[in-house]
């Protein structure tokens, strides 16, 4: 059913996998993974849905969780530190295209540094609900979902959680990328698009046949 972009994810040197359910990813995830691996991750609703944390909390990993209850501003630089020299970094992505690209937006950054750069292996959960045809959705999904409900759960008060949708679609039907408002806690600040990788089956990305995250 994926056959095609599969083959856009391989010929961009992103290793593919299926799972038809969150079980099935969560299998593929622990055959990937080995012990005291160094691992960490952005915090991402996806992974969090299909039980990695779970797992992570609980196997024989050097896991440095960043969600952790009352973790220190310290203990959380650690595992920003942490990242760049992981084994495992785990997160989703907000858009997939149908060319094999990924599509990620970030406030802080450090999410989408990882992806570029860092980890031995990133690895990828997405729901199907990702899938976009061509990077021009990818950023509207961006704008019309993946951010207004990342301020929901958050708790931020930007303009798109009232709105249900980016200000700057507010009489504009198109955009450009980088428009947006001009909060101090705005989150869509640094933008990646990521195509062909220099490192192949660096990014592991394992496309679940459900809906998951946002
Ligand atoms: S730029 Fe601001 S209003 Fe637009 S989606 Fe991002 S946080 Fe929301």
Known sequence: MYKNLFRALENNNIKPYYAENKAKALEIVKELLFENAVITGGGSVSVNQIGVNDLLKNGNYNYF????KGIS???QL???????GADFYFCSTNALT???ELINVDGNSNRISAIAFGPKKVIMIVGKNKIV??????IL????TAAPLNCERLGIDNPCRKLGHCISLE????????DGCNCLTRICRNYLISGKQKDKDRINLIL???DLGY
């Open 141 to 144: 999904r961006v704008k019309k």
């Open 208 to 210: 679940v046949d459900e």
């Open 133 to 138: 045809k061509n990077v021009e959705e990818g």
């Open 65 to 68: 969780d960043r969600n952790k």
């Open 73 to 75: 501003a310290d203990e």
């Open 78 to 84: 650690n595992v920003f530190k942490a990242t760049v």
């Open 171 to 178: 009489n504009n039907d198109n955009p450009s990328m980088t």
């Open 98 to 100: 149908e060319n094999g």
